[in-house]
């Protein structure tokens, strides 16, 4: 059981490139995110989704951009790169239940990104 | 807003020794809370989870207990252990869009 997968692990850009990093899971969750972990510093959301074609913005979303085409994929896009932008990105996963029953994230490995 | 203030670290402990890490919350409505722990170079993994008031959550000899009258879930551990040792996160999930807000993470060092 595979869990969430995330690739690359590690990637080094240029100010100004773009990239997207993986994500897919194979629990059939409906529900993903994006974080991002900034050094010494706690999970902030990026980016989430309930299900496929549908994405709703998080505490941090500028930069960045997602899209859900599948239940399983959610990709996340960096268009223009700056070194604000250097961290350690985790995809996570859930089911769908509300209380009294809500459910845990399961968490991808995360891609360290830095831009320089 | 919805939000999650822990203790800072880090925390340094002798082996055997009592642990606890503060955690408390502010939150509209009935949430969940979590503790979520990263070990070095990996994704966080749930460690344990409380879903209603007076709830006790364990797990591998960490407790924690659901406290509405003071927003509160603090985790405890009776006798820690150098494997113990990594960055301990607290975590609420809200009522209506299962959104997970974050603490800012306590990091064990746990020495033998």
């Known amino acids: 059981n595979a869990g969430v997968t995330q690739t690359p692990k590690f990637r080094i850009l240029k100010i100004g490139q773009s990239m997207t990093l993986q994500c897919a899971q194979d629990m059939n969750h409906n529900y993903m995110y994006w974080y991002r972990q900034d050094p010494g510093m706690g999970l902030k959301l990026i980016y989430y989704?309930?299900?496929?074609?549908?994405?709703d913005k998080g505490e941090v979303p500028n930069g960045y951009n997602v899209s859900r085409s599948t239940t399983e994929y959610f990709p996340l896009r960096l268009e223009l790169a700056a070194p604000s932008q250097t961290s350690v990105y985790f995809c996570?996963?859930?089911?769908?239940?509300?209380?009294?029953?809500?459910?845990?994230?399961?968490f991808g490995n995360g891609t360290r990104l830095t831009v320089t | 807003g919805d939000s999650v203030t822990q203790m800072e670290g880090p925390v340094t402990l002798s082996e055997e020794a009592f642990l606890t890490i503060n955690c408390t919350y502010t939150?509209?409505?009935?949430?969940?809370l979590f503790w979520y722990v990263q070990y070095p170079g990996e994704g966080l993994q749930l460690l344990l989870k409380?879903?209603?008031?007076?709830d006790k959550g364990s797990n591998k000899g960490f407790e924690a207990t659901y406290r509405k009258e003071t927003t509160s879930f603090h985790l405890e551990k009776g006798s820690v252990q150098v494997s113990d040792s990594a960055v301990y996160f607290c975590?609420?999930?809200?009522?209506?869009?299962?959104?997970?807000?974050f603490g800012s993470g306590t990091k064990l060092n746990v020495k033998p």
């Open positions: 939150a509209t409505g009935y949430p969940s």
């Open positions: 409380a879903t209603k008031a007076d």
């Open positions: 996570a996963s859930s089911l769908t239940h509300r209380q009294p029953n809500n459910s845990p994230l399961h």
């Open positions: 989704s309930v299900g496929a074609g549908i994405t």
């Open positions: 975590a609420l999930s809200d009522y209506n869009f299962n959104k997970f807000y």
